[in-house]
């Protein structure tokens, strides 16, 4: 035990927990209680992962040999730790948010997720098992879209209109009430940044785009007004292929949930099908996956939307959803990496967002 009462870390490489509680872990993960951990290495991130996401978290791999019965065997595992500010403050809650997902409610998912070894609930590191033979997203095919969206959409069937005993999980994000000042404040600084630093992008300074950025400052509550009077499930705030683990062989896996809110569906299926126009050509168009998960969930409440009243729910989705994940980035993002994305970004991103605006917010 150190000062605190905690058990002594593992310190050969900095690992955040003790080699008692990774044992604990690895025993009630491969049910066994005779399992020794004999071995803790690091090694490399497999190809399709990096070593840290969007949120600032940072991911380290792991090799270790443990002893089960006296036979020996290598198990391959992921740290996940919450990011670190400049101040060396570290941001616990963004590792809470996904330590409770794994710990409080992943028994509870129609859709599996990686096995949660250990972690810690006020420090927010996780460890989970490290799963291998992926297909990559740019090469899934659309029967993986396919699943990916019947997945989301069992999801939201599984938690419809639990918004109100969700709040028990009070980690969960709730981004359209409790956490809505934040977000507020987050876009008005963002959008001075973005107006008034002479370090601004160049690519940004058109006068409709900044007109844009004001307007959106000013109308945050018209923008999640309808959002709030939908209902409300669980989301996983970040779903999009590069969070989906897709075996070549087996049903697909759902990670990083440090997003994971209350809020109404439409926000996980804009943010998958923006995301992954984004960074991806996806085998099945944005029409075909959203006509099946609207099919889905008609035939799961017997009732679907009707068209006028999804497509203002889109628009309003999309563009908080531009508020939220673009505004921050684009104040203090540098020329030459907006350079890399600028074309594909005023396609998938500004264009729409500047006729949803003048659809459904006028001046």
Do not use: C
């Not at 690519?203 to 007004?225: I, P, Q």
């Not at 996983?236 to 809020?263: E, L, S, T």
């Not at 563009?319 to 684009?330: A, E, K």
């Amino acid at each position: 035990m150190d000062a605190t009462g905690k058990p002594k870390l593992v310190e050969e490489q900095n690992w955040p927990f003790s080699r008692s509680e990774l044992t604990a872990g690895l025993r009630r993960f491969l049910a066994s209680n005779s399992l020794r951990v004999r071995d803790i290495q690091p090694t490399p991130l497999p190809n399709h992962i990096v070593a840290s996401d969007s949120a600032g978290t940072t991911l380290r791999a792991m090799s270790v040999v443990v002893q089960i019965e006296g036979e020996e065997q290598t198990l391959s595992l992921l740290l996940k730790e919450p990011p670190v500010t400049a101040r060396g403050r570290v941001l616990a809650a963004v590792g809470q948010r996904e330590y409770g997902v794994y710990r409080k409610i992943a028994k509870l998912l129609p859709v599996l997720v990686p096995g949660f070894i250990a972690g810690d609930e006020d420090d927010g590191w996780i460890v989970l098992e490290a799963v291998s033979g992926l297909r990559p997203p740019a090469e899934w095919t659309a029967d993986d879209y396919r699943e990916a969206i019947l997945n989301i959409a069992a999801m939201h069937e599984r938690f419809w209109g639990a918004g109100e005993a969700l709040t028990a999980f009070t980690w969960l994000a709730r981004p359209l009430d409790a956490d809505l000042d934040a977000t507020i404040n987050a876009v008005r600084e963002s959008v001075r940044r973005l107006t008034m630093n002479e370090e601004r992008l160049p690519a940004l300074t058109d006068e409709r785009l900044l007109n844009l950025f004001v307007r959106l400052s000013r109308l945050v509550f018209a923008v999640v007004l309808p959002l709030q009077e939908e209902e409300q499930t669980l989301v996983h705030g970040d779903y999009w292929p590069g969070n989906i683990a897709r075996p070549i062989d087996g049903r697909q896996m759902v990670f990083d949930w440090q997003r994971a809110g209350i809020a109404p569906a439409i926000l996980d299926l804009v943010g998958f099908m923006q995301s992954t126009r984004m960074s991806l050509e996806p085998a099945l168009s944005t029409d075909e996956m959203i006509r099946l998960y609207r099919e889905t969930h008609r035939q799961a409440f017997g009732h679907d939307w009707e068209d006028a009243d999804f497509e203002r729910l889109w628009d309003h989705a999309l563009v908080r959803l531009f508020m939220v994940n673009w505004l921050g980035r684009l104040a203090t993002m540098k020329a030459d990496d907006y350079e890399r994305i600028r074309e594909r970004f005023a396609a998938v991103w500004l264009e729409p967002v500047l006729a949803a605006v003048e659809r459904r917010l006028p001046a």
